[in-house]
């Protein structure tokens, strides 16, 4: 009985070994690949999963649409509905009423003489603006004791709160105290008896206006042609004075049609900064005197805000939309020819 138990164990052994060797062997070597090689969703994969430009694109660019859309968009949007209103903080209401703000605007003698000033300040301080830049960086690109120090100097202008330096020029422009009286005093360049009013005469209040504003774009213009110049290829520079090409030739034959694209670059950002700026006019003679240094951010601000005519202040912003839009097109045409 026992051999026949016996027999019977060792048959049923002998079937289960047979059947594992009739298997395919690399069935289980197969199948321990496919469970080795299966994905698993761990922290890793889930965070490269991000690692993509199909995903960090998106990402990247929904900032930039959320501040164009909140912080430019939907004011566009409020001025063009109150622009055809007759809307204000004493009759509250919304009329309908087409063009009969823009209307009333245009025929504002006021306005018209805004829109001069308006061109007048951006023009001059682009070009004393980059000038400036550009005589900083022409010095900045030459080897001297304490020049690290003097490009974080030069950056003063550009970080400090607009409020506090142009109360700093308040001062120098004050009719008593004015440094740059005294200065000129000192030097005997003008008479004790008739000192220059700075900001109470028009033709000197505009050029006051325009000085600080330059002063303020003098950073980014350093920096602009900084840029450029180093993008200059030194070996170009060298055939030329070997060549006999002297520093005038060199600049304006050379290192300006290379650099000509950054420039109108940096055009197009000081054009729309300066055109809708309304802080360095409103701090040093709020429009006077008598407009003579009124620009069309202060008159919108003082008929939109301070008068309570929303209706015509808002008209009046709307006007530095054209205006921007056909000076950035033509920048851009002039910087697509060059770069062709």
């Not at 006021?110 to 830049?133: C, W």
């Not at 939109?304 to 000076?327: E, K």
Request: hydrophobic content about 55%; aromatic content about 12%; overall charge positive.
């Amino acid at each position: 009985m026992a051999q026949i138990c016996g027999s019977e164990h060792g048959a049923a052994l002998f079937r289960s070994g047979w059947s594992a060797y009739r298997q395919p062997q690399g069935a289980s070597s197969m199948s321990a690949i496919a469970e080795a090689g299966a994905p698993r969703r761990t922290a890793r994969s889930r965070f490269t999963a991000f690692d993509r430009l199909e995903v960090l694109g998106p990402l990247f660019i929904i900032p930039a649409i959320l501040y164009v859309v909140v912080l430019v968009g939907l004011p566009f949007l409020l001025a063009l509905y109150y622009s055809v209103s007759a809307y204000s903080i004493f009759n509250p209401s919304w009329t309908f009423v087409g063009l009969k703000n823009f209307r009333e605007v245009i025929d504002s003698e006021i306005f018209r003489r805004t829109l001069a000033n308006t061109l007048i300040f951006t023009i001059s301080a682009q070009i004393i603006g980059l000038l400036l830049g550009k005589i900083g960086a022409m010095l900045l690109m030459q080897e001297f004791p304490g020049r690290r120090l003097a490009r974080a100097l030069i950056v003063l202008p550009w970080a400090v709160p607009v409020s506090l330096a142009t109360l700093a020029w308040v001062w120098m422009f004050d009719s008593l105290y004015s440094v740059i009286n005294w200065t000129l005093l000192a030097a005997g360049l003008i008479d004790p008896a008739h000192r220059p009013q700075w900001l109470g005469q028009e033709d000197l209040a505009m050029i006051a206006v325009a000085t600080v504003h330059a002063w303020r774009l003098f950073p980014f213009g350093v920096v602009i042609f900084l840029a450029g110049f180093t993008s200059v290829p030194q070996d170009v520079l060298d055939a030329a004075t070997i060549d006999g090409a002297g520093f005038w030739r060199r600049n304006y034959q050379i290192i300006l049609p290379i650099i000509a694209p950054i420039i109108m670059i940096a055009l197009i950002f000081g054009t729309v900064f300066t055109f809708t700026d309304l802080s360095v006019v409103y701090l040093l003679t709020k429009g006077g005197p008598i407009n003579s240094t009124q620009v069309l951010g202060t008159l919108a601000f003082q008929v939109g805000i301070l008068s309570g005519d929303v209706a015509h202040g808002a008209a009046i912003c709307l006007f530095l939309f054209p205006f921007l839009l056909v000076a950035v097109i033509l920048l851009l045409r002039s910087l697509r020819r060059r770069e062709i």
